[in-house]
């Protein structure tokens, strides 16, 4: 706060965080401005194909499990994760692999524990990846059926962004600044993304059954070109945002104007 009251504008990456400050600047001689994030171009470059109803079915999420997999909303994933591996291998269907990234190598078995702690189902199959480069994060959109972001709050969530950039089908938890920013400027597609649950433990169990439920639904098969073609043009629908490509002019306006002062 101390250093946005001294300096010429300050810009808040996304509306959560937006809304979070602007009300703290009340009163206060401060020029402040939203910026929404871009993807890179490498991420709307990928050519993302639906998969085949023999492809194994993959989910992905990414971020750290150690210290945060509470927050970061893995206990809750493992769990909804588990009823549908059982309900899939109620009917002998094979379980989706999920993926996830950003586990470093000296805290993998801490990590494996925390989610070893909520799995309720050996049919559970996940693989912890550590942190990978660019291209390896593409490389595995591309064979992603889902990618999750199931932070109970996250300011931004930028991976979700990079995952919509590449036309990916997403879900992502309701208290996100890119969730804010989906179900504001893209209606019913936007909202389709987000799943409504609470900051907290208080109804543990209705939380892990609406991930259960939105993920089944987002995995059926009768249905998942139809969710990759959604996927393409919401792809396409970002890209050209107006409301993304004025944050950028703002801010490239500001710092020439901050140039100019100078």
Known sequence: MEVAKQ?????????????????KFRGKNVVHMQYIPYADEGFFDLAITPPGPNHPVRILTFGRVDGVGHLK??????????????????????????DIVGVPDNKYEESKAFIGEYKKSNFLDYKLHPYCTQQDIMDKLQQSHLVIMPSISEPFGMVGMEAIAAGVPVLMTAHSGLAEFMKTHFGLDGKELVVNVGLDDTDRERDVEKWRMRIIDMLDQESIHERFKKAKQLKEELKSSPEIKKTHEDFMRMLRGIVDIE
């Not at 994933?77 to 002998?92: F, M, Q, R, T």
């Open 7 to 23: 300096s010429d504008v300050f810009f808040s990456v996304g509306p959560r965080i937006f809304n979070r400050y602007d009300g």
């Open 73 to 98: 909303g893995y206990d809750i994933i493992a769990e909804a994760l588990s009823g549908i591996c059982k309900l899939y291998s109620d009917v002998n269907m094979k379980c989706p692999l999920w």
